[in-house]
């Protein structure tokens, strides 16, 4: 039975300012770039992941796309993105049929994790 909440897709288009990364090729801290596919709009994903993101060391927002998505950019060290990536994907695993992910260089421009309006 597949682990609908950590499955890896294609990389997801980078913004144009993003610079994707190998995340074994950095040391330290990195951004997170992630796309969030299913029935994820409506049933409270964008509090649990923000609340999800207290129990971390990392920084960033989510927000609801208008083509039905949620868009999440964190940044923190690669274990701390991944847990907590693993830590929403638990929670809300019944409504995620698709993750992609994308590993970039961080900016430093985040102080805490918020919620952010829809694109």
Excluded: C
Excluded at 19 to 48: E, I
């Amino acid at each position: 039975m597949p682990d609908k909440g950590r499955k890896k897709k294609q990389p997801a288009k980078a913004t144009p300012s993003a610079q994707p990364v190998s995340p074994k090729d950095t040391t330290g801290s990195l951004r997170l770039h992630v796309y969030f596919s299913g029935h994820v709009q409506g049933v409270g994903f964008r509090y649990t992941t923000a609340s999800n993101a207290e129990r971390f060391a990392v920084s960033g927002w989510v927000r609801n796309l208008s083509d039905g998505r949620v868009e999440m950019v964190a940044e923190g060290t690669m274990e701390e993105l991944e847990r907590f990536l693993g830590g929403v994907g638990d929670e809300m695993s019944g409504y995620i049929s698709a993750v992609e992910r994308t590993w970039e260089k961080p900016t430093g421009e985040f102080s805490g994790f918020k919620i952010a309006d829809t694109e």
